[in-house]
């Protein structure tokens, strides 16, 4: 009876192709992500046999890849059955009132944006209510390393998939803009650890920014909120206070998205 195991030149048993491809999408849920030739390393198998078996897993809906030739996903972490994706309608009708409220408490312009590709997407905005004020950015697509907002989503991310979201580098609007991949996920690892992004002229001068992450009921980050103003009224010694708000505004968002 056909067994599909083989035998290597000592009798013992060798991993089946079904053995691989398990181990394979074990070894990618406890990664988060893997790339083929690190598949072929710990599998101990050649690179054509690494990649037909997460061609395999891929046309069954185990992985999924973000770009082509990019690293592998484990879909399980992509989209968790249990845990309903969040429309942008559902985001904007959740977040609305609260960015509203955000800026009659700061009296400094309030956005909720969201990551689009390597950009963020400003969906909702209010002007602040002091002069001079930020205008709102609201459909304007801007580069997301290049924001308080953006840069405190791709913190949340894997860094592999947030390198992958920028294969021909980092494009900067002023000096102070992050300028490469790496640069941007070393400065990434700051930002997980504090908890809040700013940006600090790095999007247009003179102009500061402070942003946390909104996440879904599964702890999936799906936007940010920020508090924008000139820079003279975003001295250090505020951040706190702001930061405090923007996370009391955050759990706000995410328990309208789940009502």
């Given at each position: 009876?056909?067994?599909?195991?083989?035998?290597?030149?000592?009798?013992?048993?060798?991993?089946?192709?079904?053995?691989?491809?398990?181990?394979?999408?074990?070894?990618?849920?406890?990664?988060?992500?893997?790339?083929?030739?690190?598949?072929?390393?710990?599998?101990?198998v050649a690179r054509s046999?690494?990649?037909?078996?997460?061609?395999?897993?891929?046309?069954?809906?185990?992985?999924?890849?973000?770009?082509?030739?990019?690293?592998?996903?484990?879909?399980?972490?992509?989209?968790?059955?249990?845990?309903?994706?969040?429309?942008?309608?559902?985001?904007?009708?959740?977040?609305t009132p609260v960015v509203?409220?955000?800026?009659?408490?700061?009296?400094?312009?309030?956005?909720?944006?969201?990551?689009?590709?390597?950009?963020?997407?400003?969906?909702?905005?209010?002007?602040?209510?002091?002069?001079?004020?930020?205008?709102?950015?609201?459909?304007?697509?801007?580069?997301?390393?290049?924001?308080?907002?953006?840069?405190?989503?791709?913190?949340?991310?894997?860094?592999?998939?947030?390198?992958?979201?920028?294969?021909?580098?980092?494009?900067?609007?002023?000096?102070?803009?992050?300028?490469?991949?790496?640069?941007?996920?070393?400065?990434?690892?700051?930002?997980?650890?504090?908890?809040?992004?700013?940006?600090?002229?790095?999007?247009?001068?003179?102009?500061?920014?402070?942003?946390?992450?909104?996440?879904?009921?599964?702890?999936?980050?799906?936007?940010?909120?920020?508090?924008?103003g000139p820079s003279v009224?975003?001295?250090?010694?505020?951040?706190?206070?702001?930061?405090?708000?923007?996370?009391?505004?955050?759990?706000?968002?995410?328990?309208?998205?789940?009502?």
């Amino acid at each position: 009876m056909e067994t599909g195991e083989s035998r290597d030149e000592t009798g013992g048993s060798r991993p089946s192709s079904v053995d691989n491809a398990l181990e394979l999408l074990r070894e990618l849920v406890l990664r988060g992500s893997i790339r083929v030739h690190e598949a072929a390393s710990h599998l101990g198998v050649a690179r054509s046999t690494a990649h037909r078996l997460l061609a395999a897993l891929g046309r069954h809906g185990f992985v999924r890849q973000r770009t082509a030739g990019g690293s592998y996903y484990p879909v399980v972490m992509l989209d968790p059955p249990a845990v309903p994706r969040v429309t942008r309608e559902a985001l904007v009708r959740a977040a609305t009132p609260v960015v509203r409220a955000l800026r009659d408490e700061t009296e400094e312009t309030t956005h909720l944006t969201v990551l689009q590709g390597n950009g963020a997407r400003f969906l909702v905005g209010f002007e602040g209510l002091r002069e001079p004020h930020t205008a709102t950015r609201v459909g304007l697509l801007l580069p997301a390393h290049a924001t308080a907002a953006g840069k405190v989503i791709l913190a949340a991310l894997p860094p592999d998939t947030v390198r992958n979201l920028y294969p021909r580098g980092a494009q900067t609007l002023t000096d102070l803009t992050l300028g490469s991949a790496e640069e941007i996920i070393e400065h990434l690892r700051l930002v997980a650890r504090r908890g809040y992004a700013t940006n600090v002229a790095e999007a247009g001068n003179d102009l500061s920014a402070i942003a946390v992450v909104v996440r879904d009921a599964g702890g999936a980050p799906v936007a940010a909120l920020a508090i924008a103003g000139p820079s003279v009224r975003m001295p250090h010694a505020r951040v706190p206070h702001l930061v405090a708000r923007l996370q009391r505004a955050a759990l706000d968002v995410q328990v309208a998205l789940s009502e």
